[in-house]
């Protein structure tokens, strides 16, 4: 419960506890599996993403699968209109639920050979400390602990968003675009290891620091 609903439960305790028992009434002939997907719209509609995580979990929990989430919300497409369900799907993939972001599992392709960037010379990177270099137009963060250093592609693992030395803050680099955060030497996203940062092979050669860049 909010702070502000918390005070008006003090507050008001008769009214609110009138509101609640109305809508603990509402939906009780429903078996909870329709209930929380009628919830889902209802989060979806208003676009409050702790709303829609807390119900849709509350569906998974009821027996709903993936695909009858999608399908509630495309029901209520009309109501709802593309760009909250494109929000709402959007919520879903970056919280992980099954049956959002999932592809089908494909042999992969063999690793290309890569191509070497030569960026710069040991002394000009920073102890402990995250650095943007661009070297043939490949956004690079970099990170150096002593004579070890560890590269990763600047690009936000989101949508994609190259990330920006504006967004550096010591050991922490974040995303201008939705303010997601990274942080270094392990590149790993404040919102799960699942969103880590691509990590680069390093090698040093007599004091310089090169990266293999590789699509």
């Given at each position: 419960?909010?702070?502000?609903?918390?005070?008006?439960?003090?507050?008001r305790p008769?009214?609110?506890?009138?509101?609640?028992?109305f809508?603990?009434?509402?939906?009780s002939?429903?078996?909870?599996?329709?209930?929380?997907?009628?919830s889902v719209?209802?989060?979806?509609?208003?676009?409050t993403?702790?709303?829609?995580?807390?119900?849709?979990?509350?569906?998974?929990d009821?027996?709903?699968?993936g695909?009858?989430?999608?399908?509630?919300?495309?029901?209520?497409?009309?109501?709802?209109?593309?760009?909250?369900?494109?929000?709402?799907?959007?919520?879903?993939i970056?919280?992980?639920?099954?049956?959002?972001?999932?592809?089908?599992?494909?042999?992969?392709?063999?690793?290309?050979?890569?191509?070497?960037?030569?960026?710069?010379a040991?002394?000009?990177?920073?102890?402990?400390?995250?650095?943007k270099?661009?070297?043939?137009?490949?956004?690079?963060?970099?990170?150096?602990?002593?004579?070890r250093?560890?590269?990763?592609?600047?690009?936000?693992?989101?949508?994609?968003?190259?990330?920006?030395?504006?967004?550096?803050?010591?050991?922490?680099v974040?995303c201008?675009?939705?303010?997601?955060?990274f942080?270094?030497?392990?590149?790993?996203?404040?919102?799960?290891?699942?969103?880590?940062?691509?990590?680069?092979?390093?090698?040093?050669?007599?004091?310089?620091?090169?990266?293999?860049?590789?699509?």
């Amino acid at each position: 419960m909010s702070r502000a609903l918390d005070f008006l439960v003090k507050a008001r305790p008769q009214a609110m506890g009138a509101y609640f028992q109305f809508l603990k009434d509402n939906g009780s002939r429903l078996e909870p599996k329709t209930r929380a997907l009628i919830s889902v719209i209802t989060k979806v509609a208003v676009q409050t993403e702790a709303g829609l995580v807390q119900y849709a979990r509350r569906a998974y929990d009821a027996g709903a699968s993936g695909e009858e989430i999608l399908d509630a919300l495309l029901m209520a497409f009309p109501a709802l209109g593309l760009h909250r369900v494109v929000w709402a799907v959007d919520v879903l993939i970056e919280h992980g639920f099954e049956g959002f972001g999932d592809t089908e599992e494909e042999t992969p392709a063999p690793t290309p050979p890569g191509e070497t960037l030569d960026v710069c010379a040991l002394s000009a990177l920073p102890e402990r400390q995250a650095v943007k270099r661009t070297c043939d137009g490949r956004p690079l963060l970099l990170w150096r602990e002593g004579e070890r250093v560890r590269a990763y592609k600047a690009y936000c693992s989101h949508q994609g968003m190259e990330l920006m030395a504006s967004g550096l803050k010591g050991e922490h680099v974040v995303c201008a675009q939705h303010g997601w955060r990274f942080d270094l030497p392990e590149g790993r996203c404040a919102r799960g290891e699942r969103w880590s940062l691509t990590e680069l092979p390093v090698s040093l050669r007599q004091g310089r620091v090169s990266v293999t860049w590789t699509d």
